[in-house]
């Protein structure tokens, strides 16, 4: 049983504190039990299979298997999302999972949690699922009303991003890179690696700095046509992203500014990135 439950932590990368909240269990009666491989009460283990959509039988005698494991999982997760954001414009779950990390950050979590009808295990896993656009925007607006957005809190969001393709044809792509303009040039070849919902033109570039548009497509645009605080948000998410993408050759110190934000009429951001200050990620 433990090394089943075991397979299943590892394959969704749900936490010993989360996996003991849906037992019904504190996180220290859990620990224990794990750590002495106790027989843990059959209600919780059959709430642990509920709440995961797999058959009690598998969790108690079969032995898992993990690819089997995660294809369930991806379309039960995705199952449990309220209705209005199923429907998916690419993926989000990355940025939504980020952003949720914010909400702990400032303490309204669980606030969020109830007030979106978020089930904690769908981001709590490590499965990557669609997951609709109106979701992050509606999360990032809900979260910037409450407390002002900093740096930090855009770093933290686009920074998993910004990496989240190292393994990718993308991400080796760049890691060949050897300056920043070549990285936002391949930016602008691939970008359907980074984002399924915008596309980016440089507008000017030196060597100390580079001026890019990010065009969002008709649904998008649609969508931040009726809210501003999503227009602003996603400019600052996507501007903190690419600031981050000259990491792959090694280098930091890069900063951004927003130039233009339009969400009204015609849709476009821009933003600059300054690299004047790039130095060695060693020396940080």
């Given at each position: 049983?433990w090394?089943?439950?075991?397979?299943?932590?590892?394959?969704?990368?749900?936490?010993?504190?989360?996996?003991?909240?849906?037992?019904?269990?504190?996180?220290?009666?859990?620990?224990?039990?794990k750590?002495?491989?106790?027989?843990?009460?059959?209600?919780?283990v059959?709430?642990?299979?509920?709440?995961?959509?797999?058959?009690l039988?598998?969790?108690?005698?079969?032995?898992?298997?993990?690819?089997?494991?995660?294809?369930?999982?991806k379309?039960?997760?995705?199952?449990?999302?309220?209705?209005?954001?199923?429907?998916?414009?690419?993926?989000?779950?990355?940025?939504v999972?980020?952003?949720?990390?914010?909400?702990?950050?400032?303490?309204?979590?669980?606030?969020?949690?109830t007030?979106?009808?978020?089930?904690?295990?769908?981001?709590?896993?490590?499965?990557?699922?669609?997951v609709?656009?109106?979701?992050?925007?509606?999360?990032?607006?809900?979260?910037?009303?409450?407390?002002?957005?900093?740096?930090?809190?855009?770093?933290?969001?686009?920074?998993?991003?910004?990496?989240?393709?190292?393994?990718?044809?993308?991400?080796?792509?760049?890691?060949?890179?050897?300056?920043p303009?070549?990285?936002?040039?391949?930016?602008?070849?691939?970008?359907?690696?980074?984002?399924?919902?915008?596309?980016y033109?440089?507008?000017?570039?030196?060597?100390?700095?580079?001026?890019?548009?990010?065009?969002?497509?008709?649904?998008?645009?649609?969508?931040?046509?009726?809210?501003?605080?999503?227009?602003?948000?996603?400019?600052?998410?996507?501007?903190?992203?690419?600031?981050?993408?000259t990491?792959?050759?090694?280098?930091?110190?890069?900063?951004?500014?927003?130039?233009?934000?339009?969400?009204?009429?015609?849709?476009?951001?821009?933003?600059?990135?300054?690299?004047?200050?790039?130095?060695?990620?060693?020396?940080?």
């Amino acid at each position: 049983m433990w090394n089943n439950l075991g397979t299943i932590q590892e394959v969704t990368g749900i936490q010993d504190d989360v996996m003991a909240t849906q037992m019904g269990l504190s996180s220290q009666k859990f620990a224990f039990l794990k750590n002495n491989t106790s027989i843990l009460p059959f209600t919780s283990v059959n709430r642990i299979a509920d709440k995961l959509g797999i058959n009690l039988d598998s969790i108690l005698c079969e032995e898992l298997n993990t690819n089997d494991l995660q294809n369930n999982f991806k379309g039960y997760f995705q199952s449990l999302l309220p209705d209005e954001y199923k429907r998916a414009l690419g993926s989000k779950s990355f940025t939504v999972r980020n952003i949720l990390k914010i909400a702990k950050k400032y303490g309204f979590y669980k606030e969020i949690q109830t007030n979106f009808s978020l089930n904690e295990l769908t981001f709590d896993s490590n499965i990557d699922f669609e997951v609709s656009v109106q979701l992050a925007s509606d999360l990032l607006d809900s979260i910037s009303i409450r407390v002002p957005l900093t740096k930090e809190d855009y770093d933290l969001m686009s920074y998993g991003n910004a990496f989240h393709f190292a393994d990718t044809e993308f991400g080796k792509i760049l890691s060949e890179c050897r300056t920043p303009l070549e990285i936002y040039e391949h930016l602008i070849r691939v970008v359907h690696h980074v984002e399924k919902n915008w596309s980016y033109k440089i507008e000017a570039a030196d060597d100390k700095s580079i001026l890019i548009s990010s065009y969002s497509n008709e649904n998008i645009s649609d969508l931040y046509k009726r809210t501003d605080y999503s227009s602003y948000n996603f400019t600052k998410f996507r501007a903190a992203m690419a600031c981050h993408l000259t990491k792959y050759i090694g280098l930091e110190g890069a900063t951004t500014s927003i130039t233009k934000s339009k969400h009204r009429g015609d849709s476009y951001d821009q933003f600059r990135i300054d690299y004047s200050n790039l130095r060695p990620l060693s020396s940080a």
